[in-house]
């Protein structure tokens, strides 16, 4: 299995909903990552997590919670999100071995806050 | 600021012509430069990378140039196909960063038939 897997492709959320991202990997990488991409942009990362520790907080409002239950999944709970936060969210992982940073991607959650 | 800096934003090849994108950065700690390609809809998904001991890295119709003393570096896609048609991402990383990726703006490439 060399996939990310992303559920639900599609989301369509009221400002005061709450609502979760599910993020899943069985290539027994170590680190995995929330990124945030609006259109024609980059990907702006959000959050790291290694070895199921949250290593990296890229300032992300607290109306989004990443956790991680275990090595294979990642989760991103979201709660009174405004219009702007409406984007595509990526999942990644890798294995953080010294010198490889090679990133598996998953296709995305099309999020919409209406 | 925007470590890594890609150019063109966009790029029209016919098929069967050379696309050349390239990037440069600043940061001298950067270790890792990969490339990606997305597609409308889809993930970014790795293409080829390139660490700065080695000066050209070849994957089929992909070459990355890296040149270290300009810390430059840039994909040639040769024999371009319309299925190239994508926005492609430079990126860099280093150690001790948790794998975070820098990533350049991207490249709109179409490839006309």
């Known amino acids: 299995d060399t996939e990310v897997t992303q559920t639900p492709k599609h989301l369509v959320m009221g400002m005061t909903n709450k609502k979760s991202l599910k993020c899943e990997q069985h290539m027994g990488h170590r680190a995995m990552y929330w990124y945030k991409q609006k259109a024609k942009k980059p990907p702006e990362l959000m959050f790291v997590y290694s070895y199921e520790k949250l290593s990296i907080n890229e300032s992300v409002p607290s109306r989004f919670s990443p956790e991680c239950p275990n090595s294979s999944l990642l989760n991103l709970h979201l709660h009174a999100l405004q219009p702007e936060d409406s984007a595509l969210y990526l999942c990644?992982?890798?294995?953080?071995?010294?010198?490889?940073?090679?990133?598996?991607f998953g296709s995305g959650t099309r999020l919409t806050v209406v | 600021q925007q470590q890594v800096k890609q150019s063109p934003q966009s790029l029209i090849v016919q098929k069967g012509g050379i696309s050349i994108i390239n990037c440069a950065y600043e940061?001298?700690?950067?270790?890792?430069f990969p490339w990606y390609q997305q597609f409308p809809g889809k993930g970014p998904a790795l293409l080829i990378a390139?660490?700065?001991?080695?000066s050209e890295k070849k994957e089929g119709r992909f070459t990355i140039s890296f040149n270290k003393s300009a810390k430059q570096f840039s994909l040639h896609i040769m024999d371009s196909q319309p299925g190239d048609s994508a926005t492609y991402f430079c990126a860099a990383s280093k150690q001790g960063s948790w794998g975070k990726l820098q990533f350049g703006a991207g490249t709109q490439v179409v490839v006309t038939p």
């Open positions: 990644a992982s890798s294995q953080p071995r010294e010198g490889n940073y090679g990133y598996t």
């Open positions: 940061n001298t700690a950067f270790d890792y």
């Open positions: 390139i660490r700065p001991d080695v």
